[in-house]
C-alpha cells in the first residue's frame, strides 16, 4: 500500500491527506479540526481542500507558494486520516472534479504522470481525532501562479493583477502594462 496509507486499530484502511494553512491556525486546527470550508463555486465543490501525503514531497505540497502568495504568514501542513472509501472530489484546479474514494483518489493521483496542480476537496469538516500530526515546512516549495508558469510571462500586467507582488512595478515597465495605455 504505501506509506500514505495507515491502520487503524479495527484493521480499517485509512487514507492520509495534508492540508495547508497558515501556521497562526495551528492551535486552532489542533484544538477543533478543520472546520473551515470552502464554499461551492460554480462546478468546483466546496469543503476542505487538500492533496494526498505522497512519498513525493514536492508533489504533496505543491501548493504552498501559492498560498504564500497571499502573505498571511508561514504555512504548515496539517495532515489528517479519513476513511479509504470516503467519497472526495479529484481534479485539477480549475476544471472538473469527480468524485471517487479517497484511496482511488490516491491511486490515480500516485499514477498520474503529472501530478502538479491537481487537489482532493472533502466535502465536510476534519474532526480533531482525524489529524494524525501538524508540521512546519521549509517555505519554498511548488510552484506560484501555476504548474507551468516557469518562465513564461504573466497572463495580466496590470496594477490590480500584479498589486502586492514583489517586483511588479518593474514587471510592468519591462512587459508593458494595460494601464499604460490608459495614461
Known sequence: MGYFVGTISDNHQMAM??????????????????????????SLPGGVYAVP??????A???????????????????????????PVWLGH???VHRLVSAAEAIAQFMTADD??????????RIEAKEIHKIRRLP?????????KAKGKPPFCTCK???????GSAKLRKRLSSPDDECN
Open 17 to 42: 491527506f495534508v492540508h495547508l494553512t497558515t501556521e497562526s491556525r495551528t492551535s486552532r486546527v489542533q484544538r477543533n479540526g478543520i472546520v473551515r470550508l470552502r464554499k461551492a463555486v460554480g
Open 53 to 58: 501525503a505522497a512519498r513525493n514531497f514536492y
Open 60 to 86: 504533496s505540497h505543491q501548493w504552498l507558494r501559492e498560498l504564500k502568495r497571499r502573505n498571511q504568514g508561514p504555512i504548515a501542513g496539517i495532515y489528517f486520516r479519513v476513511p479509504d472509501e470516503q
Open 93 to 95: 484546479y480549475g476544471q
Open 115 to 124: 501530478p502538479l496542480g491537481w487537489q482532493v476537496v472533502i466535502p465536510r
Open 139 to 147: 517555505q519554498v516549495i511548488g510552484w506560484r501562479f501555476s504548474p
Open 160 to 166: 490590480f493583477c500584479t498589486r502586492g507582488d514583489f
